[in-house]
Protein backbone atom coordinates (compact mmCIF):
# COMPACT_ATOMS: atom_id res chain seq x y z
CA UNK A 1 0.00 0.00 0.00
CA UNK A 2 1.60 3.37 -0.71
CA UNK A 3 2.08 5.99 1.90
CA UNK A 4 0.04 9.36 2.37
CA UNK A 5 3.24 11.13 0.54
CA UNK A 6 3.10 8.65 -2.19
CA UNK A 7 -0.92 8.28 -2.58
CA UNK A 8 -0.53 12.16 -2.93
CA UNK A 9 1.58 12.42 -5.76
CA UNK A 10 -0.65 9.45 -7.62
CA UNK A 11 -3.90 11.15 -7.43
CA UNK A 12 -3.52 14.65 -8.90
CA UNK A 13 -6.05 15.92 -11.30
CA UNK A 14 -5.79 18.44 -13.63
CA UNK A 15 -7.43 21.13 -11.38
CA UNK A 16 -5.10 19.70 -8.14
CA UNK A 17 -1.78 19.95 -10.34
CA UNK A 18 -3.06 23.61 -11.03
CA UNK A 19 -3.31 24.30 -7.25
CA UNK A 20 -0.52 23.03 -6.87
CA UNK A 21 1.24 25.03 -9.80
CA UNK A 22 -0.48 28.54 -8.01
CA UNK A 23 0.71 27.74 -4.59
CA UNK A 24 4.14 26.89 -5.68
CA UNK A 25 4.36 30.08 -7.65
CA UNK A 26 2.50 32.28 -4.87
CA UNK A 27 5.43 31.29 -2.42
CA UNK A 28 7.83 31.81 -4.98
CA UNK A 29 6.08 35.04 -5.65
CA UNK A 30 6.33 35.97 -1.79
CA UNK A 31 10.01 35.12 -1.76
CA UNK A 32 11.05 37.50 -4.58
CA UNK A 33 8.66 40.48 -3.03
CA UNK A 34 10.90 39.89 0.01
CA UNK A 35 13.95 40.10 -1.75
CA UNK A 36 13.12 43.10 -4.08
CA UNK A 37 11.66 45.28 -0.91
CA UNK A 38 15.05 45.79 -0.04
CA UNK A 39 16.43 46.93 -4.39
CA UNK A 40 12.84 49.51 -4.43
CA UNK A 41 13.43 50.77 -1.10
CA UNK A 42 17.31 51.30 -0.89
CA UNK A 43 17.20 55.06 -1.83
CA UNK A 44 14.90 55.36 1.54
CA UNK A 45 16.52 53.23 4.01
CA UNK A 46 20.28 53.93 2.78
CA UNK A 47 20.64 56.98 4.98
CA UNK A 48 19.31 55.23 8.19
CA UNK A 49 22.02 52.53 8.12
CA UNK A 50 24.95 54.30 6.02
CA UNK A 51 25.43 57.58 7.17
CA UNK A 52 27.68 59.31 4.42
CA UNK A 53 26.62 62.73 2.83
CA UNK A 54 27.22 61.37 -0.65
CA UNK A 55 24.18 59.41 -2.27
CA UNK A 56 26.64 57.72 -4.65
CA UNK A 57 28.35 56.12 -1.46
CA UNK A 58 25.59 55.21 0.42
CA UNK A 59 24.08 52.94 -2.44
CA UNK A 60 27.95 51.81 -3.07
CA UNK A 61 27.51 50.97 0.70
CA UNK A 62 24.38 49.31 0.30
CA UNK A 63 24.71 47.77 -2.72
CA UNK A 64 27.80 45.79 -0.74
CA UNK A 65 25.14 44.12 1.62
CA UNK A 66 23.09 43.54 -1.48
CA UNK A 67 26.22 41.43 -2.87
CA UNK A 68 27.02 39.68 0.58
CA UNK A 69 23.48 38.31 0.46
CA UNK A 70 24.34 36.73 -3.15
CA UNK A 71 27.39 35.20 -1.25
CA UNK A 72 24.67 32.61 0.58
CA UNK A 73 22.74 31.76 -1.72
CA UNK A 74 25.25 28.82 -2.88
CA UNK A 75 25.04 27.53 0.36
CA UNK A 76 20.85 27.55 0.22
CA UNK A 77 21.71 26.21 -3.18
CA UNK A 78 23.57 23.33 -2.24
CA UNK A 79 21.81 22.58 1.54
CA UNK A 80 18.04 23.58 0.75
CA UNK A 81 18.49 21.70 -3.18
CA UNK A 82 19.64 18.56 -1.16
CA UNK A 83 17.20 18.42 1.56
CA UNK A 84 14.67 19.12 -2.04
CA UNK A 85 15.97 16.13 -3.46
CA UNK A 86 16.15 14.15 -0.25
CA UNK A 87 12.93 14.85 1.90
CA UNK A 88 11.01 16.48 -1.09
CA UNK A 89 10.55 19.46 -3.07
CA UNK A 90 7.94 20.48 -0.64
CA UNK A 91 9.77 20.39 2.48
CA UNK A 92 12.82 22.69 1.47
CA UNK A 93 9.93 25.18 -0.50
CA UNK A 94 8.44 25.68 3.40
CA UNK A 95 11.64 26.34 5.02
CA UNK A 96 13.13 28.43 1.87
CA UNK A 97 10.40 30.81 2.63
CA UNK A 98 10.04 30.84 6.51
CA UNK A 99 13.53 31.60 6.35
CA UNK A 100 12.86 35.02 4.08
CA UNK A 101 9.81 35.85 6.25
CA UNK A 102 12.40 36.03 9.42
CA UNK A 103 14.83 38.29 7.15
CA UNK A 104 12.53 40.60 6.39
CA UNK A 105 11.22 41.12 10.10
CA UNK A 106 14.77 41.78 11.47
CA UNK A 107 15.15 44.23 8.76
CA UNK A 108 12.22 45.83 10.07
CA UNK A 109 12.92 46.29 13.29
CA UNK A 110 16.21 47.21 13.41
CA UNK A 111 17.03 50.42 14.41
CA UNK A 112 19.17 52.98 12.31
CA UNK A 113 22.87 53.46 12.92
CA UNK A 114 21.90 57.06 14.70
CA UNK A 115 20.49 54.87 17.62
CA UNK A 116 22.36 51.32 17.38
CA UNK A 117 25.56 52.59 15.62
CA UNK A 118 27.53 49.72 13.89
CA UNK A 119 24.80 47.07 14.83
CA UNK A 120 22.64 48.79 12.70
CA UNK A 121 24.65 47.56 9.64
CA UNK A 122 25.29 44.26 11.00
CA UNK A 123 22.13 43.58 11.52
CA UNK A 124 21.10 44.18 7.98
CA UNK A 125 24.14 41.92 6.91
CA UNK A 126 23.07 39.25 8.89
CA UNK A 127 19.36 39.34 8.38
CA UNK A 128 20.71 39.83 4.14
CA UNK A 129 22.40 36.55 5.25
CA UNK A 130 18.97 34.82 5.82
CA UNK A 131 17.23 36.02 2.82
CA UNK A 132 20.37 35.01 0.57
CA UNK A 133 20.05 31.48 1.85
CA UNK A 134 16.76 31.58 1.51
CA UNK A 135 16.47 32.57 -2.17
CA UNK A 136 19.45 30.24 -2.98
CA UNK A 137 17.21 27.30 -1.96
CA UNK A 138 14.30 28.32 -3.57
CA UNK A 139 14.87 28.59 -7.01
CA UNK A 140 16.76 25.10 -7.34
CA UNK A 141 13.70 23.83 -5.45
CA UNK A 142 10.95 25.80 -7.41
CA UNK A 143 12.41 25.39 -10.62
CA UNK A 144 12.09 21.66 -10.05
CA UNK A 145 9.02 21.53 -8.56
CA UNK A 146 6.98 23.56 -11.28
CA UNK A 147 8.63 21.42 -14.35
CA UNK A 148 7.96 18.10 -12.78
CA UNK A 149 4.16 19.16 -11.60
CA UNK A 150 4.07 20.46 -15.36
CA UNK A 151 2.49 18.38 -18.14
CA UNK A 152 5.04 17.18 -20.70
CA UNK A 153 3.49 19.46 -23.85
CA UNK A 154 3.33 22.63 -21.78
CA UNK A 155 6.56 22.27 -19.22
CA UNK A 156 8.05 25.68 -20.89
CA UNK A 157 4.83 27.77 -20.43
CA UNK A 158 4.15 26.13 -16.46
CA UNK A 159 8.33 26.44 -15.59
CA UNK A 160 7.66 30.31 -17.19
CA UNK A 161 5.47 31.45 -14.44
CA UNK A 162 8.46 31.30 -11.97
CA UNK A 163 10.01 33.93 -13.52
CA UNK A 164 5.76 35.50 -14.10
CA UNK A 165 6.18 35.42 -9.89
CA UNK A 166 10.03 36.68 -9.60
CA UNK A 167 8.90 39.48 -11.75
CA UNK A 168 5.81 40.40 -10.16
CA UNK A 169 7.00 40.20 -6.72
CA UNK A 170 9.63 43.03 -8.09
CA UNK A 171 6.38 44.90 -9.11
CA UNK A 172 3.82 44.81 -6.42
CA UNK A 173 7.53 45.74 -4.34
CA UNK A 174 7.81 48.90 -6.94
CA UNK A 175 3.85 49.07 -6.57
CA UNK A 176 4.23 49.41 -2.31
CA UNK A 177 6.97 52.28 -2.68
CA UNK A 178 4.74 53.95 -5.41
CA UNK A 179 1.16 53.65 -2.95
CA UNK A 180 3.74 54.84 -0.09
CA UNK A 181 5.24 57.58 -2.57
CA UNK A 182 1.96 59.12 -3.79
CA UNK A 183 -0.81 58.28 -1.68
CA UNK A 184 -0.06 57.83 1.93
CA UNK A 185 3.09 59.23 3.25
CA UNK A 186 5.43 62.31 2.20
CA UNK A 187 9.01 61.89 1.67
CA UNK A 188 10.24 62.95 4.89
CA UNK A 189 8.13 60.19 6.32
CA UNK A 190 9.53 57.54 3.89
CA UNK A 191 13.00 58.37 4.73
CA UNK A 192 12.32 58.32 8.23
CA UNK A 193 10.36 55.56 8.75
CA UNK A 194 7.98 54.35 5.87
CA UNK A 195 10.52 52.39 4.41
CA UNK A 196 10.02 49.86 7.57
CA UNK A 197 6.05 49.23 5.67
CA UNK A 198 7.61 47.38 2.76
CA UNK A 199 9.58 44.72 5.27
CA UNK A 200 6.63 44.32 7.55
CA UNK A 201 3.97 43.65 4.73
CA UNK A 202 6.78 40.82 3.41
CA UNK A 203 7.09 39.24 6.46
CA UNK A 204 3.34 38.94 6.98
CA UNK A 205 3.16 37.88 3.20
CA UNK A 206 5.23 34.73 3.82
CA UNK A 207 2.87 33.80 6.99
CA UNK A 208 0.29 33.24 4.41
CA UNK A 209 2.98 31.79 1.64
CA UNK A 210 4.34 28.62 4.58
CA UNK A 211 0.66 27.95 4.69
CA UNK A 212 -0.37 27.27 1.10
CA UNK A 213 3.00 25.32 0.82
CA UNK A 214 2.29 23.34 3.82
CA UNK A 215 -0.76 22.24 1.92
CA UNK A 216 0.75 21.10 -1.79
CA UNK A 217 1.38 17.79 -3.06
CA UNK A 218 4.89 16.03 -3.41
CA UNK A 219 6.02 15.55 -7.26
CA UNK A 220 5.44 12.35 -8.77
CA UNK A 221 8.62 11.86 -9.86
CA UNK A 222 10.10 12.54 -6.75
CA UNK A 223 7.98 9.66 -4.84
CA UNK A 224 8.96 7.76 -7.10
CA UNK A 225 12.27 8.04 -7.23
CA UNK A 226 12.31 8.66 -3.70
CA UNK A 227 10.48 4.92 -3.53
CA UNK A 228 12.70 2.81 -5.44
CA UNK A 229 16.06 4.69 -5.53
CA UNK A 230 18.80 4.42 -3.03
CA UNK A 231 20.71 7.32 -5.14
CA UNK A 232 21.34 10.70 -2.59
CA UNK A 233 21.82 14.26 -3.46
CA UNK A 234 25.37 15.34 -2.74
CA UNK A 235 27.95 17.32 -4.31
CA UNK A 236 30.25 14.52 -5.00
CA UNK A 237 27.16 13.24 -7.45
CA UNK A 238 26.54 16.40 -8.84
CA UNK A 239 30.03 16.38 -9.56
CA UNK A 240 29.51 13.44 -12.11
CA UNK A 241 27.70 16.10 -14.22
CA UNK A 242 29.77 18.20 -15.72
CA UNK A 243 28.97 19.30 -18.70
CA UNK A 244 25.74 19.88 -17.50
CA UNK A 245 26.89 22.17 -14.34
CA UNK A 246 28.84 24.15 -16.77
CA UNK A 247 25.76 24.73 -19.21
CA UNK A 248 24.29 26.01 -16.40
CA UNK A 249 26.55 28.33 -15.45
CA UNK A 250 27.36 29.88 -18.54
CA UNK A 251 24.14 30.23 -19.56
CA UNK A 252 23.47 32.04 -16.04
CA UNK A 253 26.22 34.14 -16.62
CA UNK A 254 25.39 36.47 -19.12
CA UNK A 255 21.41 35.60 -18.53
CA UNK A 256 21.38 37.03 -14.92
CA UNK A 257 24.00 39.79 -15.16
CA UNK A 258 21.29 41.10 -18.18
CA UNK A 259 18.76 40.40 -15.71
CA UNK A 260 19.85 42.17 -13.18
CA UNK A 261 20.95 45.12 -14.98
CA UNK A 262 17.78 45.69 -16.38
CA UNK A 263 15.62 45.31 -13.58
CA UNK A 264 17.07 45.46 -10.07
CA UNK A 265 19.85 48.05 -11.14
CA UNK A 266 17.66 49.77 -13.56
CA UNK A 267 15.92 52.38 -11.09
CA UNK A 268 19.04 53.58 -9.65
CA UNK A 269 20.25 53.92 -13.09
CA UNK A 270 17.80 55.70 -13.90
CA UNK A 271 18.13 58.54 -10.59
CA UNK A 272 21.38 58.54 -10.49
CA UNK A 273 22.54 58.81 -14.06
CA UNK A 274 19.79 59.24 -16.29
CA UNK A 275 18.26 62.67 -13.76
CA UNK A 276 14.94 61.23 -13.41
CA UNK A 277 13.25 61.90 -9.80
CA UNK A 278 12.92 58.83 -7.44
CA UNK A 279 9.13 58.94 -8.28
CA UNK A 280 9.41 59.22 -11.74
CA UNK A 281 11.93 56.08 -11.95
CA UNK A 282 9.95 53.77 -10.57
CA UNK A 283 6.99 54.83 -12.59
CA UNK A 284 9.12 53.94 -15.69
CA UNK A 285 10.63 50.33 -13.91
CA UNK A 286 6.74 49.72 -12.55
CA UNK A 287 5.35 49.99 -16.34
CA UNK A 288 8.18 47.73 -17.72
CA UNK A 289 8.18 45.11 -15.30
CA UNK A 290 4.45 44.46 -15.75
CA UNK A 291 5.39 44.24 -19.73
CA UNK A 292 8.09 42.04 -19.04
CA UNK A 293 5.65 40.03 -16.62
CA UNK A 294 3.50 39.19 -19.73
CA UNK A 295 6.32 38.29 -22.17
CA UNK A 296 7.15 35.29 -20.23
CA UNK A 297 4.02 32.94 -20.93
CA UNK A 298 4.12 34.05 -24.19
CA UNK A 299 7.60 33.37 -24.65
CA UNK A 300 7.56 29.90 -22.48
CA UNK A 301 4.50 28.54 -24.38
CA UNK A 302 6.54 29.64 -27.93
CA UNK A 303 9.46 27.61 -26.44
CA UNK A 304 6.97 24.23 -26.58
CA UNK A 305 6.46 24.94 -29.97
CA UNK A 306 10.04 26.10 -31.55
CA UNK A 307 12.61 25.17 -29.02
CA UNK A 308 14.19 25.85 -25.89
CA UNK A 309 17.86 26.26 -28.02
CA UNK A 310 16.10 29.00 -30.49
CA UNK A 311 15.19 31.40 -27.41
CA UNK A 312 18.47 31.23 -25.89
CA UNK A 313 20.28 31.82 -29.07
CA UNK A 314 17.95 34.74 -29.38
CA UNK A 315 18.58 36.59 -26.45
CA UNK A 316 22.50 35.77 -26.70
CA UNK A 317 22.89 37.31 -29.84
CA UNK A 318 20.37 40.58 -29.21
CA UNK A 319 21.88 41.13 -25.44
CA UNK A 320 25.56 40.76 -27.04
CA UNK A 321 24.93 43.36 -29.72
CA UNK A 322 22.01 45.87 -28.07
CA UNK A 323 23.26 45.72 -24.53
CA UNK A 324 25.72 48.96 -24.77
CA UNK A 325 23.90 50.88 -27.54
CA UNK A 326 20.41 50.54 -25.35
CA UNK A 327 21.96 51.53 -21.75
CA UNK A 328 24.10 54.57 -23.44
CA UNK A 329 20.63 55.47 -25.18
CA UNK A 330 18.94 55.41 -21.64
CA UNK A 331 21.99 57.08 -19.95
CA UNK A 332 20.81 60.40 -22.06
CA UNK A 333 18.25 63.27 -20.67
CA UNK A 334 15.00 61.97 -22.09
CA UNK A 335 11.12 62.11 -21.65
CA UNK A 336 9.35 58.99 -19.66
CA UNK A 337 7.78 57.37 -22.78
CA UNK A 338 11.09 57.41 -24.25
CA UNK A 339 13.54 55.78 -21.31
CA UNK A 340 10.07 53.56 -21.17
CA UNK A 341 10.40 52.24 -24.64
CA UNK A 342 14.27 51.23 -24.93
CA UNK A 343 13.68 50.21 -21.33
CA UNK A 344 10.95 47.61 -22.71
CA UNK A 345 13.27 46.83 -25.40
CA UNK A 346 15.75 45.40 -23.31
CA UNK A 347 13.16 43.41 -21.40
CA UNK A 348 12.03 41.66 -24.37
CA UNK A 349 15.66 40.67 -25.27
CA UNK A 350 15.96 39.39 -21.39
CA UNK A 351 12.60 37.35 -21.76
CA UNK A 352 14.44 35.00 -24.11
CA UNK A 353 16.69 33.39 -21.10
CA UNK A 354 14.64 34.23 -18.06
CA UNK A 355 11.22 32.42 -20.18
CA UNK A 356 12.87 29.67 -20.60
CA UNK A 357 15.50 29.72 -18.03
CA UNK A 358 13.99 27.17 -15.17
CA UNK A 359 12.78 24.15 -17.76
CA UNK A 360 16.06 24.33 -19.56
CA UNK A 361 18.17 23.66 -16.54
CA UNK A 362 15.33 21.07 -14.96
CA UNK A 363 15.39 18.85 -17.76
CA UNK A 364 19.43 18.73 -18.00
CA UNK A 365 19.27 17.02 -14.58
CA UNK A 366 18.29 13.07 -13.27
CA UNK A 367 15.37 13.19 -10.35
CA UNK A 368 17.56 12.30 -7.97
CA UNK A 369 19.97 15.28 -8.80
CA UNK A 370 17.82 17.91 -9.86
CA UNK A 371 16.77 20.42 -7.53
CA UNK A 372 20.40 20.38 -6.19
CA UNK A 373 22.05 20.35 -10.26
CA UNK A 374 19.56 22.90 -11.00
CA UNK A 375 20.00 25.35 -7.57
CA UNK A 376 23.51 25.22 -6.48
CA UNK A 377 25.32 25.96 -9.64
CA UNK A 378 22.84 28.41 -10.84
CA UNK A 379 23.48 30.26 -7.10
CA UNK A 380 26.87 30.28 -7.77
CA UNK A 381 26.36 31.80 -10.62
CA UNK A 382 24.12 34.50 -9.49
CA UNK A 383 26.61 35.23 -6.07
CA UNK A 384 29.34 36.25 -9.03
CA UNK A 385 27.54 37.87 -11.93
CA UNK A 386 23.80 39.11 -10.53
CA UNK A 387 24.77 39.96 -7.16
CA UNK A 388 27.68 41.82 -7.91
CA UNK A 389 26.05 43.56 -10.95
CA UNK A 390 24.71 46.78 -9.34
CA UNK A 391 27.67 47.41 -7.05
CA UNK A 392 29.88 47.13 -10.05
CA UNK A 393 28.05 49.69 -11.77
CA UNK A 394 27.83 52.09 -9.51
CA UNK A 395 31.69 51.09 -9.09
CA UNK A 396 32.89 51.97 -12.54
CA UNK A 397 30.61 55.28 -12.28
CA UNK A 398 32.10 56.02 -9.37
CA UNK A 399 35.53 55.97 -11.70
CA UNK A 400 34.07 58.28 -14.46
CA UNK A 401 33.64 55.00 -16.83
CA UNK A 402 30.26 54.20 -16.79
CA UNK A 403 30.21 52.51 -20.39
CA UNK A 404 32.59 49.82 -18.92
CA UNK A 405 29.67 48.29 -17.54
CA UNK A 406 27.84 47.72 -20.65
CA UNK A 407 30.76 46.21 -22.55
CA UNK A 408 31.03 43.52 -19.14
CA UNK A 409 27.44 42.63 -19.38
CA UNK A 410 27.74 42.12 -23.61
CA UNK A 411 30.72 39.65 -22.95
CA UNK A 412 29.30 37.73 -20.51
CA UNK A 413 26.10 37.48 -22.86
CA UNK A 414 28.50 36.32 -25.75
CA UNK A 415 29.38 33.62 -23.22
CA UNK A 416 25.81 32.52 -23.60
CA UNK A 417 25.49 32.72 -27.13
CA UNK A 418 28.00 30.50 -27.77
CA UNK A 419 26.71 27.87 -25.34
CA UNK A 420 23.29 28.16 -26.86
CA UNK A 421 24.44 27.52 -30.39
CA UNK A 422 26.77 24.59 -29.46
CA UNK A 423 24.62 22.79 -26.87
CA UNK A 424 21.36 20.15 -28.49
CA UNK A 425 17.90 21.31 -27.84
CA UNK A 426 17.22 20.30 -24.10
CA UNK A 427 13.35 19.29 -25.32
CA UNK A 428 14.77 16.38 -27.16
CA UNK A 429 16.93 15.12 -24.61
CA UNK A 430 15.13 15.95 -21.07
CA UNK A 431 15.98 13.76 -18.81
CA UNK A 432 11.99 14.78 -17.07
CA UNK A 433 10.49 12.21 -19.37
CA UNK A 434 13.13 9.58 -18.15
Not at 61 to 81: D, H, K, T
Not at 111 to 133: C, K, N, T
Not at 169 to 185: D, P, R, T, V
Not at 276 to 291: E, G, N, P, R, Y
Request: net charge positive.
Amino acid sequence: MPNRLEQQAIDITHQKRLLNIFSGSVGNLVEYFDWAIYAAFALYFAPAFFPESDQTAQLLNNAAIFAVGFIFRPLGGWLLGSLADRKGRKSALVLSVSLMCLGSLIIACTPGYAVIGDWAPALLLFARMLQGFSIGGEYGSSATYLSEMATANRRGYYSSFQYVTIVLGQILALGLLMLLQKCLLSSEELHDWGWRIGFIVGGLLAVVAMGLRGNMAETAAFVEQHTYSSRHANLRELLKYPKQIFTVVALTAGGTLSYYTFTVYMQKFLVNTTGFSKDDATLICTIALVAFMVMQPIFGLLSDFIGRRFMLIAFGACATVFTVPILALLSQPQSIESALFWYICALLIVSGYSSVNAIVKAELFPVHIRALGVGFPYALTVALFGGTAEYLALWMKSLGHPEWFAYYVSVCAALSLIVAITMKEPMKTSRLNR
